[in-house]
């Protein structure tokens, strides 16, 4: 699941340190300067780590980051744009790192800008060089609508700001050429630290003496002091002497590798010498450790080994031998190990871009892409055939986990212009995508495919179903109407009597939200009671009970609302399935609380809570939060009360969109805190609204299920 706190328990979501950090004192000591915000009205708003790949500009941003983490009451917030594919996705990926689970359609510029109007946060857009434009103009309209909001870049060229400071990025020193390794009473080079260090992290029995010191100094000056290409370089010394990693290093042999290096005149010298050593551990690969290599440069954002071996198989490389030829990647430094996850792998971006171009040399690029659309798209296909069911939990945590794949996938199905599979991979993946936070995300992919006038049949109810789904939480209804009606005559064209229910959920939640309740109850209570299934279908059965819930609910009719929640949750719990039941144990909540049986309320309110939260269903946890606050104060509890509210009201912030619009949540809403404001007073209430405020969302929603009655 995605994090807002860092391991200190600060706001942002900035990436554990795995490995060690070298050098850079004096790089760190200036950007410490250039990102103080005490510095307002001086320092720079837009700092720039320009260098080549493989220098280190994403290490170094990182760890300049979590010094200034402290100075930041917002947070500090890593974008990784490397996985990003298409143009106009930039926006997307600051929304999602800054978990603004953004419900509303307004465009995502605006949202950011809102969001980040009176917020006091450092946001760091990593390797911006392949979207550049859309950077630049992200950039100068935040930096417009947000004067709290520092920038921290890194990309091979600057972004072009009239007021962007560039920092360059220059290798690591090496040391003196007559002292290397520090005998004269100096300190070795940064690089050769970093290539004893790698070494020894790699466990080759490598160490620094003074025997090793000048030819080690003499491989890291080859490799010019570049990071990337002298850690490749010491995860060799494992199966080659130093003498022969110097003399290896030193041949140049002409090779296939020169069809992809630069020539003499194209591009600076550093970026040529870092191909050249990625290009020297390709050649030091086995045969089928490179076509490996290359194959997966299809990846974005990280792969497991199922998925190596089912997208990366085939012809010499069979997929039995995957696992060991990845193991050898991973001992060479070319394939790591994900962060904060040892069954998952990544490439770095230049090892990657390398993998790319040999892929394409190779002539194997589309074949490449294509198996990874299937890959994921019959990923996602398994997922909303299965997302009525026990394995809900872990769909939606493997829909989170593989959102750049899936992105990239969908990204292809759409260049491919195969209308059929376009329709059947934006349907799956948008209605996980809905179910798991992804709106925006829906939403676009969504609208392409059904603008294209796709041909009738089951793959067009689902992403008419879902599409009209995103509008209701977006609480766009007038759009949620318009999908609501396509969706509904496609599934009576279909001839499917539960797609005909399904469509009942977007048509009579449309009218629900709008305050129609009478239409509404005619239209959810005439859909028929059939078995449930375990597809997406299923769900959107449950869920058309779930607005027949909240609709006696809002009418008044607790005895109704009870006996449909109650079902809905009987049904949940035999299926296992959770997304549905915590909205049921919220509705439930509500009735309790209406019935005046405050400790049955609290209860189901926070066991909603947690099953809402594990869900990524920001919108659930706030809808609920309001529901327990509501309890608290009941119990006499103005203070904790006060600062649930303010908690759900970050929550609601993020979203975009208060209470779905709807007339009689707001109400409700207010109403509950008129009567907190009333309890406390206006200095009492101020004070715990605040403390509320200055909760992470992680220790928010810990606050919220503890179950006390005062603190």
Same mark, same amino acid.
């Given at each position: 699941?995605?994090?807002?706190?860092?391991?200190?328990?600060?706001?942002?979501?900035?990436?554990?340190?795995?490995?060690?950090?070298?050098?850079?004192?004096?790089?760190?000591?200036?950007?410490?300067?250039?990102?103080?915000?005490?510095?307002?009205?001086?320092?720079?708003?837009?700092? +720039?780590?320009?260098?080549?790949?493989?220098?280190?500009?994403?290490?170094?941003?990182?760890?300049?980051?979590?010094?200034?983490?402290?100075?930041?009451?917002?947070?500090?917030?890593?974008?990784?744009?490397?996985?990003?594919?298409?143009?106009?996705?930039?926006?997307?990926?600051?929304?999602?790192?800054?978990?603004?689970?953004?419900?509303?359609?307004?465009?995502?510029?605006?949202?950011?800008?809102?969001?980040?109007?009176?917020?006091?946060?450092?946001?760091?857009?990593?390797?911006?060089?392949?979207?550049?434009?859309?950077?630049?103009?992200?950039?100068?309209?935040?930096?417009?609508?947000?004067?709290?909001?520092?920038?921290?870049?890194?990309?091979?060229?600057?972004?072009?700001?009239?007021?962007?400071?560039?920092?360059?990025?220059?290798?690591?020193?090496?040391?003196?050429?007559?002292?290397?390794?520090?005998?004269?009473?100096?300190?070795?080079?940064?690089?050769?630290?970093?290539?004893?260090?790698?070494?020894?992290?790699?466990?080759?029995?490598?160490?620094?003496?003074?025997?090793?010191?000048?030819?080690?100094?003499?491989?890291?000056?080859?490799?010019?002091? @570049?990071?990337?290409?002298?850690?490749?370089?010491?995860?060799?010394?494992?199966?080659?002497?130093?003498?022969?990693?110097?003399?290896?290093?030193?041949?140049?042999?002409?090779?296939?590798?020169?069809?992809?290096?630069?020539?003499?005149?194209?591009?600076?010298?550093?970026?040529?010498?870092?191909?050249?050593?990625?290009?020297?551990?390709?050649?030091?690969?086995?045969?089928?450790? $490179?076509?490996?290599?290359?194959?997966?440069?299809?990846?974005?954002?990280?792969?497991?080994?199922?998925?190596?071996?089912?997208?990366?198989?085939?012809?010499?490389?069979?997929?039995?031998?995957?696992?060991?030829?990845?193991?050898?990647?991973?001992?060479?430094?070319?394939?790591?190990?994900?962060?904060?996850?040892?069954?998952?792998?990544?490439?770095?971006?230049?090892?990657?871009?390398?993998?790319?171009?040999?892929? $394409?040399?190779?002539?194997?690029?589309?074949?490449?892409?294509?198996?990874?659309?299937?890959?994921?798209?019959?990923?996602? %296909?398994?997922?909303?055939?299965?997302?009525?069911?026990?394995?809900?939990?872990?769909?939606?945590?493997?829909? @989170?986990?593989?959102?750049?794949?899936?992105? +990239?996938?969908?990204?292809?199905?759409?260049?491919?212009?195969?209308?059929?599979?376009?329709?059947? +991979?934006?349907?799956?993946?948008?209605?996980?995508?809905?179910?798991?936070?992804?709106?925006?995300?829906?939403?676009?992919?969504?609208?392409?495919?059904?603008?294209?006038?796709?041909?009738?049949?089951?793959?067009?109810?689902?992403?008419?179903?879902?599409?009209?789904?995103?509008?209701?939480?977006?609480?766009?209804?007038?759009?949620?109407?318009?999908?609501?009606?396509?969706?509904?005559?496609?599934?009576?064209?279909?001839?499917?009597?539960?797609?005909?229910?399904?469509?009942?959920?977007?048509?009579?939640?449309?009218?629900?939200?709008?305050?129609?309740?009478?239409?509404?109850?005619?239209?959810?209570?005439?859909?028929?009671?059939?078995?449930? %299934?375990?597809?997406?279908?299923?769900?959107?059965?449950?869920?058309?009970?779930?607005?027949?819930?909240?609709?006696?609910?809002?009418?008044?009719?607790?005895?109704?609302?009870?006996?449909?929640?109650?079902?809905?949750?009987?049904?949940?719990?035999?299926?296992?399935? %959770?997304?549905?039941?915590?909205?049921?144990?919220?509705?439930?909540?509500?009735?309790?609380?209406?019935?005046?049986?405050?400790?049955?309320?609290?209860?189901?309110?926070?066991?909603?809570?947690?099953?809402?939260?594990?869900?990524?269903?920001?919108?659930?946890?706030?809808?609920?939060?309001?529901?327990?606050?509501?309890?608290?104060?009941?119990?006499?509890?103005? %203070?904790?009360?006060?600062?649930?509210?303010?908690?759900?009201?970050? @929550?609601?912030? $993020?979203?975009?969109?208060?209470?779905?619009?709807?007339?009689?949540?707001?109400?409700?809403?207010?109403?509950?805190?008129?009567?907190?404001?009333?309890?406390?007073?206006?200095?009492?209430?101020?004070?715990?609204?605040?403390?509320?405020?200055?909760?992470?969302?992680?220790?928010?929603?810990?606050?919220?299920?503890?179950?006390?009655?005062?603190?």
């Amino acid at each position: 699941m995605p994090e807002n706190t860092t391991a200190e328990g600060r706001a942002g979501n900035l990436p554990p340190e795995t490995r060690s950090f070298v050098g850079r004192r004096r790089e760190l000591a200036r950007l410490d300067a250039l990102l103080d915000p005490a510095d307002a009205g001086h320092g720079p708003r837009l700092v +720039t780590l320009v260098g080549t790949g493989g220098v280190g500009k994403t290490r170094l941003a990182l760890n300049a980051a979590r010094r200034a983490a402290h100075r930041y009451p917002d947070g500090v917030w890593f974008v990784e744009l490397s996985p990003l594919r298409a143009q106009g996705l930039v926006g997307f990926a600051v929304v999602e790192a800054l978990r603004l689970a953004d419900q509303s359609t307004s465009p995502v510029t605006e949202v950011l800008a809102d969001w980040l109007a009176d917020k006091e946060a450092l946001i760091v857009l990593d390797s911006c060089e392949h979207v550049l434009p859309d950077c630049a103009d992200l950039v100068r309209a935040l930096l417009a609508a947000a004067p709290g909001v520092r920038f921290l870049a890194t990309s091979r060229e600057h972004l072009g700001h009239p007021s962007e400071l560039r920092v360059e990025t220059d290798p690591l020193p090496v040391g003196d050429a007559e002292d290397p390794g520090g005998r004269g009473g100096g300190r070795p080079g940064d690089a050769l630290d970093l290539f004893a260090q790698r070494a020894a992290e790699a466990r080759t029995g490598f160490v620094l003496d003074e025997d090793s010191a000048g030819p080690a100094a003499a491989v890291c000056r080859r490799l010019e002091g @570049i990071p990337l290409a002298i850690e490749l370089a010491a995860a060799r010394l494992g199966e080659l002497s130093l003498g022969e990693l110097d003399e290896r290093l030193g041949e140049r042999l002409p090779s296939p590798l020169d069809l992809l290096a630069a020539g003499p005149d194209e591009g600076p010298l550093r970026h040529r010498t870092l191909r050249t050593a990625i290009g020297w551990s390709h050649e030091l690969c086995a045969p089928v450790e $490179r076509l490996l290599w290359a194959r997966l440069s299809v990846f974005t954002g990280g792969f497991d080994l199922a998925a190596a071996e089912d997208v990366c198989s085939g012809g010499p490389l069979p997929a039995a031998r995957i696992e060991a030829l990845l193991e050898r990647l991973v001992e060479q430094s070319i394939v790591l190990r994900h962060r904060t996850d040892e069954r998952r792998f990544q490439l770095l971006d230049s090892v990657r871009d390398f993998g790319g171009d040999w892929l $394409r040399a190779l002539g194997e690029e589309r074949t490449l892409r294509l198996r990874h659309l299937d890959h994921y798209r019959s990923l996602a %296909r398994a997922g909303c055939t299965e997302w009525n069911t026990g394995r809900q939990l872990q769909w939606c945590e493997r829909v @989170i986990t593989e959102h750049d794949n899936l992105r +990239t996938a969908m990204d292809c199905a759409l260049s491919e212009r195969d209308g059929p599979t376009a329709l059947r +991979t934006a349907a799956d993946i948008g209605f996980l995508w809905r179910h798991c936070g992804y709106l925006r995300d829906a939403q676009h992919c969504l609208d392409q495919v059904l603008t294209a006038d796709p041909a009738p049949g089951p793959d067009l109810v689902r992403a008419l179903w879902a599409r009209a789904a995103v509008a209701l939480l977006q609480g766009d209804l007038d759009s949620a109407e318009r999908w609501a009606a396509v969706c509904t005559a496609a599934a009576v064209e279909q001839g499917d009597p539960v797609a005909v229910v399904g469509a009942a959920y977007v048509t009579g939640g449309q009218l629900l939200l709008r305050g129609r309740l009478g239409e509404a109850l005619v239209v959810l209570a005439a859909a028929d009671l059939l078995p449930v %299934r375990d597809d997406w279908l299923g769900s959107a059965q449950l869920q058309v009970r779930l607005a027949l819930s909240l609709n006696h609910l809002l009418r008044g009719d607790l005895a109704g609302a009870r006996a449909v929640a109650d079902e809905v949750r009987a049904a949940s719990a035999r299926r296992g399935e %959770r997304w549905a039941g915590a909205f049921a144990d919220c509705f439930l909540a509500q009735v309790e609380l209406a019935e005046g049986d405050l400790a049955a309320a609290a209860r189901n309110a926070r066991t909603a809570v947690v099953a809402h939260s594990l869900l990524n269903s920001t919108l659930g946890v706030a809808h609920t939060l309001d529901i327990l606050a509501s309890t608290v104060v009941a119990t006499g509890d103005g %203070r904790r009360a006060a600062r649930l509210l303010a908690i759900g009201q970050r @929550i609601w912030e $993020r979203l975009g969109n208060a209470q779905l619009q709807s007339p009689d949540l707001i109400s409700a809403r207010r109403s509950c805190e008129d009567l907190v404001h009333e309890k406390l007073g206006t200095e009492a209430y101020t004070r715990a609204y605040a403390e509320g405020l200055a909760m992470s969302y992680e220790r928010g929603i810990a606050y919220a299920v503890e179950d006390v009655r005062d603190d």
